[in-house]
C-alpha cells in the first residue's frame, strides 16, 4: 500500500476504531452489571442473566435487518445515532427498580448496538482498501471497549450505587463526536448499488458456506457470551474474592480480546483466515476445559487464554462473512456481528437456571464442547473466491473507496 493509501486509510479508521470502542463499551457494560444486579437487588441468577438476554435477543433480530437495509441504501448517520440510543439505555439501566423498566432500557440500548453496526462494518472495510490488518484494528477498538466496561462499570457504581448508572452515558457523548469527525467522505453508495461494477457482474452468494460459518460463530458466541455473563460471579466463589476479584477477571477476558483480534489480523495475512479461525476454535477447547476445571491463581491465564482463542477469529468472522456473501455485506455484517454472535445471549437464562438448579461449575461445564463442534463446522470450509485486491486498485473517489469490499 503506498504512503498516499496509508494515509487515507489510517485517519478514517483509527476514529471509526475509536467510535466502536465507544459502543461496544455497552455491551461489556450490561454483563457487567449484573453482579451489582445480584447483590443490590438480590436478582437470582437467571433473572440477572434475563437482563443480558434483553440486550442481545433485540439486536440478534434487528441487526440482519439494518444489514440488509445497508445493503440499499448509505445509512451513515446510524453511526452516531446508534451511539447514542446505545448508551442512553445503559445509562438508564440503574435509575429504577423495576425489573420490567431495566429489561426495557437495556433492549433498547441492544438495538442501538444492532443498528452502529452493519453500517459501521461496511465503512470500515471500505475505509481498509481490503486490508486484513486494518479491519483488526477496527474490531480492536471494539474490544477495548469491552475490555474498559467492567473497570467503568465498577468505578462508577462505587460513586453511588445503581442510580448512578446515568454518569455512564459519557462514553456515547464522546463516541457521538468521534463518528461524526469519520464520516466525511465516506458517505458512500452501499455494496448492493454497486453491483454493475465489473467485479458485481460475476459475484456470486456462497450461502451454503455462509451458512457453516455462521453456525460455527453460535458456538462461539455461547461460549463467551456464557462467560461474560458468569465469569465474575464464578472467579468470586472460586478464588474466595470481592468484587474487585470478578471486575478484574471480567477485564482479563476482554482484555485478551483486544490482544487477540490484532493477532488475528496479522496472522491471517501470513498464513490465511481459514487455517487461523480453525487453529482459534481448536485451541479454545483445552483453554476453556483449563478455565472450568482448573481452580485457584490459574484462572486468570486460562481466562485470557480463553479470551485470545475466542477473538483471534473475530474479525476474520467478518471480512469471510463478506466475502462468501460480496452481494450482500450489510446483510453479512449483520448476521456475522449480531444474529450470530447475540445468540449467545439466548442460551445464557439456560445456563443462569441450570446454575439456580445445581452450581455456576457445573452450568459451565457445557460450554467446553462449544468451540469443538465449531471447529468441525469449520473443518469444509474454503477461501472465498472474492480477492482482495482493493489495496492494488488505483486511487479512487471516496464513493468508490468505500463501497469497495
Not at 471509526?16 to 463499551?25: A, E, F, K, T
Not at 455484517?333 to 445464557?348: D, K
Not at 445456563?351 to 467446553?368: E, F, Q, R, Y
Amino acid at each position: 500500500m503506498s504512503t498516499y493509501q496509508t494515509s487515507r486509510t489510517g485517519r478514517p479508521i483509527t476514529l471509526l476504531s475509536l467510535g466502536h470502542s465507544c459502543v461496544d463499551v455497552y455491551q461489556g457494560a450490561v454483563a457487567a452489571l449484573v453482579p451489582f444486579f445480584v447483590s443490590e437487588r438480590a436478582y437470582t441468577y437467571a433473572a440477572a442473566s434475563g437482563i443480558v438476554l434483553a440486550a442481545s435477543l433485540l439486536s440478534s433480530v434487528v441487526q440482519p435487518l439494518f444489514g440488509a437495509l445497508t445493503d440499499k441504501w448509505a445509512m451513515p448517520w446510524l453511526l452516531p445515532a446508534a451511539t447514542l440510543v446505545s448508551g442512553t439505555g445503559v445509562a438508564l439501566a440503574g435509575v429504577s427498580g423495576s425489573y420490567a423498566l431495566t429489561l426495557a432500557v437495556v433492549a433498547i440500548s441492544g438495538i442501538g448496538v444492532a443498528a452502529y453496526h452493519p453500517e459501521a462494518a461496511r465503512v470500515a472495510r471500505g475505509a481498509s482498501r481490503g486490508s486484513h490488518t486494518a479491519m483488526g484494528w477496527f474490531s480492536l477498538g471494539g474490544n477495548l471497549g469491552f475490555a474498559a466496561a467492567p473497570l467503568l462499570v465498577s468505578a462508577v457504581i462505587a460513586t453511588g450505587g445503581l442510580h448512578a448508572s446515568p454518569l455512564l452515558i459519557v462514553p456515547a457523548l464522546a463516541g457521538t463526536a468521534l463518528c461524526l469527525a469519520a464520516l466525511p467522505g465516506r458517505t458512500a453508495r452501499p455494496a448492493a448499488a454497486a453491483a454493475t461494477g465489473p467485479d458485481r457482474r460475476t459475484a456470486r452468494d456462497d450461502w451454503a458456506s455462509f451458512a457453516k460459518l455462521s453456525g460455527a460463530i453460535m458456538c462461539r458466541s455461547v461460549v463467551f457470551v456464557g462467560l461474560s455473563a458468569f465469569i465474575s460471579l464464578y472467579v468470586r466463589q472460586r478464588t474466595g474474592g470481592g468484587d474487585a476479584a470478578g471486575a478484574v477477571a471480567l477485564f482479563v477476558l476482554y482484555l485478551g480480546g483486544a490482544v487477540g483480534t490484532v493477532a488475528g489480523g496479522r496472522l491471517a495475512t501470513r498464513f490465511g483466515r481459514l487455517p487461523v479461525v480453525r487453529w482459534s476454535y481448536a485451541l479454545t477447547v483445552p483453554a476453556v476445559a483449563g478455565l472450568v476445571l482448573v481452580p485457584g491463581p490459574l484462572l486468570y491465564p486460562l481466562v485470557a487464554l480463553t479470551s485470545a482463542g475466542l477473538y483471534v477469529p473475530f474479525s476474520l468472522h467478518v471480512t469471510l462473512g463478506q466475502d462468501y456473501l460480496p452481494r450482500r455485506m450489510g446483510t453479512a455484517s449483520g448476521v456475522t456481528l449480531g444474529l450470530t454472535v447475540s445468540i449467545g445471549g439466548l442460551a445464557s437464562p439456560l445456563i443462569g437456571a441450570l446454575a439456580d438448579a445445581t452450581s455456576l461449575h457445573t452450568a459451565l461445564t457445557p460450554l467446553i464442547v462449544m468451540p469443538a463442534v465449531g471447529w468441525l463446522l469449520l473443518r469444509r470450509l474454503h477461501e472465498p473466491e472474492h480477492p482482495e485486491t482493493a489495496a492494488a486498485q488505483p486511487e479512487l473517489p471516496a464513493d468508490d473507496t468505500a463501497s469497495r469490499p
